[in-house]
């Protein structure tokens, strides 16, 4: 069974700022302006930590109570909400997910990566729901437009559980 002392420094930030990247990429799925942004992120983050309140006391646990508090290489909120880093910031997204899900796959085996998988998809998720778009006054609006929908669904067919 792996323990934390089995990852290095830098595998351990890889597999703890994954989610910041994976939160991002949903957002930036379907922008909503800074405001809306925010709300997504804030909701993100929530789904991510009740999921892994889920795991229980294991090798997930462990990894996210010695976070790393320094915000990720390269992340720029900023660019979560702009239309011209929105394609960018998907794709790492989705790199950051599979990244650290393979990693954890070949330290800790399939049980540890696929409920840190299933946390990723419930972050994302969390975050397409947090704003809607369309409408007037919230009347006719979509909870989830057809790009965070895809955002979701490829992010789920990456992590599909083997």
């Known amino acids: 069974m792996a323990t934390i002392d089995d990852f290095s420094p830098e595998e351990l930030q890889q597999i703890q700022h994954a989610p910041v990247y994976v939160i991002a990429g949903a957002v930036a799925s379907q922008t909503y302006g800074y405001t809306g942004s925010m709300r997504e992120m804030s909701d993100g983050?929530?789904?991510?930590?009740a999921a892994m309140a889920r795991a229980g006391d294991s090798l997930l646990t462990e990894i996210?109570?010695?976070?790393?508090?320094?915000?990720?290489?390269?992340?720029?909120?900023e660019e979560v909400s702009n239309e011209e880093t929105r394609d960018a910031v998907v794709a790492r997204g989705l790199e950051a997910a599979v990244g650290a899900y393979s990693l954890l796959k070949s330290k800790a085996g399939s049980s540890d990566a696929d409920e840190y998988g299933k946390a990723l998809i419930v972050a994302a998720s969390a975050a397409v729901h947090a704003a809607k778009t369309g409408g007037f006054l919230g009347f006719g609006s979509d909870a989830v437009s057809e790009d965070e929908a895809e955002y979701v669904q490829r992010l789920t067919e990456s992590l599909r559980p083997s």
Do not use: E, L, N
């Open 45 to 49: 983050v929530v789904g991510f930590a």
């Open 64 to 77: 996210f109570q010695a976070i790393d508090q320094t915000q990720p290489d390269g992340f720029d909120i």
